[in-house]
């Protein structure tokens, strides 16, 4: 069973660098692909992109020219930095495995528990 | 983007109950389409990809139909433990988008 746990620091400030590193146990990051997701206090889901274990990478466009994706595979981890943080960022942010079925996406099939991540001076 | 609705946005509902939940695409995506339970505090969990194929592990009373640009979440008998909020995402295309939520609750 596949687990995953995200670390990283609960509090940014505004304009500095949010970063939350993601473990995954129990499994190869070396398969799959390995998403961020966040989730702003009472409202709903927004994809952040997704890495490859060989270091490919998607991105959403709304946040792309601040988002940074990357693997570690000689420590299980993938992680998300993303720059110029507002309170707009603030959110819970989740790792999460993208299955694959076929060699196509086929939904998020294992997520962590999520990290509130809250951005204030 | 591909953008969807879903609708309702809640539903009042009591256990036994069938309920139907509907996610409408801006444009067609095929079957590429997942849903998701979501309590809260806790992350969402996979109910069904490509539309209508049951994530293993998951209760046969739910299940998912449509194609294109129209889905359908389907709970056959409400359980007390399904009362929760719903997501519909594409993976039709990039960016992957989510629904804006159906949120199950008490009549």
């Known amino acids: 069973q596949v687990q995953l746990q995200e670390s990283g620091p609960g509090l940014v400030k505004p304009s500095e660098t949010l970063s939350l590193t993601c473990t995954v146990s129990?499994?190869?990051?070396?398969?799959?692909?390995w998403s961020w997701i966040r989730q702003p206090p009472g409202k709903g889901l927004e994809w952040i992109g997704y890495?490859?274990?060989?270091?490919?990478?998607n991105y959403n466009p709304s946040l792309k020219s601040r988002v940074t994706i990357s693997v570690d595979t000689s420590k299980n981890q993938f992680s998300l930095k993303l720059s110029s943080v507002t309170a707009a960022d603030t959110a819970v942010y989740y790792c999460a495995s993208q299955q694959l079925v076929r060699g196509s996406l086929a939904g998020n099939d294992y997520w962590g528990q999520g990290t509130l991540v809250t951005v204030s001076s | 983007a591909i953008w969807m609705t879903q609708s309702p946005s809640l539903l009042s509902a009591s256990t036994g109950d069938r309920v139907t939940i509907s996610c409408r695409m801006s444009?067609?995506?095929?079957?590429?389409l997942a849903w998701y339970q979501q309590k809260p505090g806790k992350a969402p969990e996979l109910l069904i990809y490509a539309a209508s194929t049951l994530q293993s592990g998951v209760p046969s009373r739910f299940s998912g139909s449509g194609s294109g640009t129209d889905f359908t979440l389907t709970i056959s008998c409400l359980q007390s433990e399904d009362f929760a909020t719903y997501y519909c995402?594409?993976?039709?295309?990039?960016?992957?988008?989510f629904g804006p939520g159906t949120k199950v609750d008490i009549k």
């Open positions: 129990g499994g190869s990051i070396s398969s799959y692909y």
């Open positions: 995402q594409q993976y039709y295309s990039f960016p992957l988008t």
């Open positions: 890495i490859y274990y060989s270091g490919s990478t």
């Open positions: 444009q067609g995506i095929s079957s590429y």
